[in-house]
């Protein structure tokens, strides 16, 4: 059985063990500096090489940071592989923690994440976001 790819995204100081650690700066366990916020970032080839790669994705505390979460989405869709997971956490956007950190964009509810999948980004269709993730 070929080893599975998993992706902590926006890792900062929390990497983890066995899986591939991506985050803006360098630092402790960060295998690889990339810049997550926008359409043009990109993963390693010693991570994956296109489309159909990736296993797993985790970003802890990282999407309510975008300005751009659809390209970040967008792109992360396109990485996965079919049947591929992706474990987001955010703080509820009901919680005080939503708001409490002035560097937060915007918050997240439970509905938030359904925009992720078809059909719901269709009532948008001028955000040319295309991903299709199943949203548990």
Same mark, same amino acid.
């Given at each position: 059985?070929?080893?599975?790819?998993?992706?902590?995204?926006?890792?900062?100081?929390? $990497?983890?063990?066995?899986?591939?650690? /991506?985050?803006? =700066?360098?630092?402790?366990? /960060?295998?690889?500096?990339?810049?997550?916020?926008?359409?043009?970032?990109?993963?390693?080839?010693?991570?994956?090489?296109? $489309?159909?790669?990736?296993? !797993?994705?985790?970003?802890?505390?990282?999407?309510?940071?975008? !300005? @751009? $979460?659809?390209?970040?989405? @967008? !792109?992360?869709?396109?990485?996965?592989?079919?049947?591929? !997971?992706?474990?987001? =956490?955010?703080?509820?956007?009901?919680?005080?923690?939503?708001?409490?950190?002035?560097?937060?964009?915007?918050?997240?509810?439970? /509905?938030?994440?359904?925009?992720?999948?078809? $059909?719901?980004?269709?009532?948008?269709?001028?955000?040319?976001?295309?991903?299709?993730?199943? =949203? =548990?």
């Amino acid at each position: 059985m070929a080893e599975l790819t998993m992706v902590n995204l926006g890792c900062g100081g929390r $990497p983890f063990h066995g899986w591939w650690n /991506v985050d803006g =700066v360098k630092g402790p366990g /960060v295998d690889y500096v990339q810049h997550l916020d926008g359409s043009g970032w990109y993963l390693s080839q010693k991570t994956a090489d296109g $489309p159909d790669t990736v296993d !797993r994705f985790a970003a802890i505390h990282v999407i309510e940071h975008m !300005r @751009y $979460p659809l390209e970040f989405m @967008y !792109r992360a869709w396109w990485y996965a592989k079919d049947g591929a !997971r992706f474990d987001l =956490v955010v703080p509820h956007g009901s919680n005080d923690e939503a708001w409490g950190d002035p560097t937060h964009v915007r918050p997240y509810y439970e /509905v938030s994440f359904d925009y992720f999948a078809r $059909p719901m980004h269709w009532m948008n269709p001028q955000s040319g976001y295309q991903g299709d993730w199943d =949203v =548990v």
